[in-house]
């Protein structure tokens, strides 16, 4: 079955260290985004990547980092530099954006990051 | 910034009866509307898109969207326990696949 993949569901990280989250997708989509989630809060962007090679930042990047070097795949890294990274981290992916039957987000099953 | 607001609840309305769920966006040049739907702990799923001013209906779920006023529901008729969850409102703009979410309300149905 096609879909989104993020790993690992649960991560405990002790402050100063850096941690990375995986997303690998199989629906052949060009575009991919991680989104952070805090209790009771919608989700925000931290990057987003529209091709290979290629990603933006969101409107929260501060203390993060991400790759694109498949278009498979689009790991997400939280740098000490995050302050306050304990949070829902979901990775998303949808087709470009002029394509039929574009525009539609598709989520992984999100990976729960605490900090010790 | 892009707003996109939401009532955070929590709606309680009663099993069999509608849901009437609200959200707001602020960018005029937005495109394209989602609702998703989140069960506690889980991650969101897609309910209903729509694109063009008017309701769009699909089973037990309408969505309408009035570009101008800037405003876009779900209605859930029928409203089922298992229907109880969060919300969540998301906006496209114009400008690539950029969606902005709200923060979610939250639906109690009673059984």
């Known amino acids: 079955d096609g879909g989104i993949t993020q790993s690992p569901k649960y991560l405990f990280r002790k402050e100063g260290q850096n941690v990375t989250l995986s997303c690998e997708q199989n629906?052949?989509?060009?575009?991919m985004y991680w989104y952070r989630q805090d209790p009771g809060q919608g989700l925000r962007l931290i990057y987003y990547?529209?091709?290979?090679?290629?990603?933006q930042k969101g409107d929260i990047a501060e203390g993060y980092s991400v790759s694109r070097e498949k278009k498979e795949s689009f790991p997400l890294t939280v740098t000490s530099a995050q302050k306050n990274p304990t949070a829902f981290y979901l990775c998303?992916?949808?087709?470009?954006?002029?394509?039929?039957?574009?525009?539609?987000?598709?989520f992984g099953a999100g990976s729960r990051l605490t900090v010790l | 910034q892009k707003e996109v607001e939401q009532n955070s609840g929590p709606l309680s309305v009663p099993e069999g009866a509608i849901a009437s769920l609200n959200c707001t966006y602020s960018?005029?040049?937005?495109?394209?509307f989602f609702w998703y739907r989140q069960y506690s702990g889980k991650s969101p799923e897609l309910i209903m898109f729509?694109?063009?001013?008017g309701d769009k209906e699909d089973g037990r779920f309408t969505a309408q969207l009035n570009k101008a006023s800037q405003y876009v529901s779900l209605l859930i008729r029928d409203s089922q326990p298992s229907d109880s969850a969060t919300y969540l409102c998301?906006?496209?703009?114009?400008?690539?696949?950029?969606?902005?979410f709200g923060s979610g309300t939250k639906l109690n149905v009673k059984p």
């Open positions: 998303a992916s949808s087709i470009d954006l002029f394509r039929a039957g574009a525009n539609v987000l598709t």
């Open positions: 960018d005029r040049g937005s495109q394209s």
């Open positions: 998301a906006v496209k703009g114009d400008n690539f696949n950029k969606f902005y």
């Open positions: 629906l052949n989509h060009d575009a």
């Open positions: 990547s529209q091709i290979v090679n290629d990603f």
């Open positions: 729509i694109y063009s001013n």
